[in-house]
């Protein structure tokens, strides 16, 4: 068909956007574009193309010049600077600049003897690493493969999910329950229903604080010797529980470690594996000596020569996180302190808006804790690091001036309209996730009809190639209860939606939030999954397609009312807004496709987000972001 069209003359344009490449034709008055996708993209390991990344949250510490006013608590580092031990070893290595141009030591006798020493095993069965996250990559190439399944007892830190998902492997999770507890039962029922290769447990765990004890962890690693079993102890320090002397009685453990924590050590990226001595081996074998460097190794030999001053700081969060507990208990139940065993505590809040409004008051008072969405589990959650007792008085401090203010949004003569998909995120989101949700489910009664839809949907694009009913594929649907599709509604917005965010939009947003604009999403996808990202970033409001459900809360698998797009914009945004826009002295619109020139109608300023300037945006008078 494509070549057709070309003989016959009605080739009209391309356009290259990264490894997309658009041709745009114009067939008996049809607008026709078809995207092909450029050969360099499958250079690419194909693990990594869909894959989710691991999310960072900036450092902003970074950003400002007098640092002392800001209280960072959201990486779990040590507040206070590491033992003076380490600043005068810097300092004297400092003094002998001849070793820059050189290569760092590749075997370090006495830094071996000091971690020896500290971990009370043999120097065969240690060794170290850039930090326990490279460690983890040496882990992962060693013990897991292509097609390997991984079971990570749930929610947990994210990067190792990342790490072996980047091998090929099948990532599943053993969750606690929603009150963060751990089930025994649960857990060893998803052993044997997953059948892993390998287990990866944070002990305690990151971010719920939970503590597995010993006993249970060798019952685990002892009843099933076809598994290796990774347990991370990066807050081990704070919980003095340790599995490290099970590593010489059983070949599938390994223990990873690091000194970013209770060392405060973060900057110099330093940690260490402990298993049995063929683990270590066959891990040194790979492992590329060069890579820790003299800082790393100077600054971490003195730091584990002065191991009281870390027990003291450990005392001193530890005393600090007592008083803590007992201040949160002032705003129950509006928040929850989770019992934690490491430097920090996990913070449940009554929903979701006062979870977001206490984020970004604490934020705004240069307070920067941790802002967890990588599972459901944590959706009205925050994570705070634990300094000590006069840094978490600061926060008490904060928190009740939060309390002892009135939370309403003021009026505002301000609005900015956003288009969602193509405009924020860089994908349609609207039928992916319906094929999220059915991808997710496992019922053979709603895959059946499912298959019987699909058959459908091919035979309807057979007669009509460039057939893409967003009804049909909706009436996928179908049946599914309202909970099920909210509950995938949330992890499709974390897993799919969050990574694929244009950054440059995101800054707009926010700086339009403190211009005083009331923000408000307006978008042809589903309202169910956009509503989260307007949670989120604390926004006004989403005006976006409902799908409808009857009495029953089951879905009927078409929409409440039509489709919000193209002229049915405004028709929403008028009846969403009601006088409210009629009076804004300013509205500005954001969006990517000329199909929004209806909603930019409404604008005062239009803003498109494109690579590529077409003429009907000099003609809207549109300014382009380029992305």
């Known amino acids: 068909m494509l070549k ?6 009605f080739y009209k344009k391309i356009q290259i956007n990264g490894l997309k490449v658009h041709k745009i034709y114009n067939f008996l008055g049809i607008k026709l574009k078809f995207c092909i996708i450029k050969n360099e993209k499958y250079h690419v390991n194909k693990y990594l193309r869909n894959l989710s990344p691991y999310r960072t949250v900036p450092h902003k510490i970074w950003e400002v010049e007098d640092k002392s006013s800001i209280l960072k608590l959201d990486w779990n580092e040590g507040t206070l600077p590491p033992s003076p031990k380490v600043n005068a070893a810097i300092n004297e290595l400092l ?5 820059f141009n050189l290569y760092p030591k590749t075997k370090n006798d006495e830094l071996m003897e000091l971690l020896s020493e500290y971990v009370n095993l ?3 069965n240690i060794q170290y690493f850039a930090s326990s996250d490279s460690a983890h990559e040496y882990i992962a190439k060693i013990f897991v493969g292509e097609g390997d399944k991984v079971l990570i007892l749930g929610p947990s830190y994210d990067n ?8 090929g492997a099948q990532v599943f999770y053993s969750d606690v329950d929603s009150n963060f507890e751990f089930s025994v039962k649960d857990f060893e029922r998803d052993l044997k229903r997953v059948k892993p290769t390998f287990v990866y447990i944070v002990n305690p765990n990151n971010p719920t604080g939970n503590l597995l004890s010993k006993l249970y962890i060798e019952k685990l690693v002892k009843n099933n010797p076809d598994k290796m079993f990774l347990i991370d102890e990066a807050y081990f320090e704070f919980s003095k529980e340790t599995c490290a002397d099970l590593i010489l009685k059983y070949e599938n453990i390994v223990i990873s470690r690091t000194l970013s924590k209770a060392f405060a050590l973060a900057n110099f990226r330093f940690g260490y594996l402990l298993s049995s001595k063929s683990n270590i081996q066959s891990i040194s074998n790979i492992r590329n000596p060069k890579n820790i460097t003299t800082f790393a190794q100077v600054a971490a030999a003195a730091a584990l020569s002065d191991v009281p001053y870390m027990q003291n700081y450990v005392e001193e969060v530890n005393r600090a996180k007592d008083y803590f507990y007992e201040q949160i208990k002032k705003f129950e139940p509006n928040i929850i302190a ?6 920090f505590v996990l913070l449940k809040f009554s929903d979701f808006k006062l979870r977001s409004d206490m984020f970004n008051y604490l934020k705004e008072n240069n307070i920067y804790v941790r802002n967890p969405l990588h599972s459901p589990l944590l959706y009205n959650c925050l994570r705070i690091s634990i300094g000590t007792k006069d840094q978490m008085e600061r926060v008490v401090k904060a928190i009740e001036s939060f309390f002892s203010k009135p ?5 505002s003569d301000k609005i900015a309209l956003f288009d969602f998909c193509g405009t924020i995120v860089d994908f349609q989101s609207g039928n992916p996730y319906v094929f999220y949700v059915l991808n997710e489910l496992n019922s053979p009664v709603l895959n059946l009809k499912n298959r019987i839809r699909k058959i459908k949907l091919k035979l309807m694009r057979k007669i009509n190639k460039n057939f893409l009913d967003k009804n049909d594929i909706l009436y996928l649907l179908k049946g599914i209860n309202y909970d099920d599709l909210d509950r995938f509604a949330l992890e499709y917005y974390i897993k799919i939606v969050r990574p694929r965010f244009y950054s440059k939009i995101l800054n707009k947003i926010q700086k339009l939030k403190a211009e005083g604009y009331k923000i408000y999403i307006v978008s042809a996808g589903y309202e169910i999954y956009l509503k989260y990202f307007v949670q989120e970033y604390g926004l006004d409001g989403v005006i976006a397609t409902k799908i409808k459900f009857d009495k029953d809360n089951n879905c009927l698998g078409i929409f409440d009312g039509k489709d919000c797009i193209k002229e049915e914009k405004p028709v929403y945004i008028n009846k969403y807004l009601n006088s409210e826009i009629q009076g804004s002295k300013k509205v500005i619109g954001f969006t990517d496709s000329c199909t929004d020139i209806p909603m930019l109608k409404m604008c005062t300023e239009r803003y498109v987000v494109t690579h590529n300037k077409e003429s009907w945006m000099e003609d809207m008078n549109c300014e382009v972001i380029n992305v």
Not at 160 to 167: K, P
């Open 160 to 167: 190792f999910r990342l790490t072996v998902q980047a091998n």
């Open 338 to 343: 989770h019992k934690s065993y490491s430097n």
């Open 95 to 99: 003094s002998k600049p001849d070793f």
């Open 407 to 411: 939370r309403t949004s003021s009026d």
């Open 4 to 9: 057709k069209i070309i003989k016959k003359g």
């Open 122 to 124: 043999p120097k065969e």
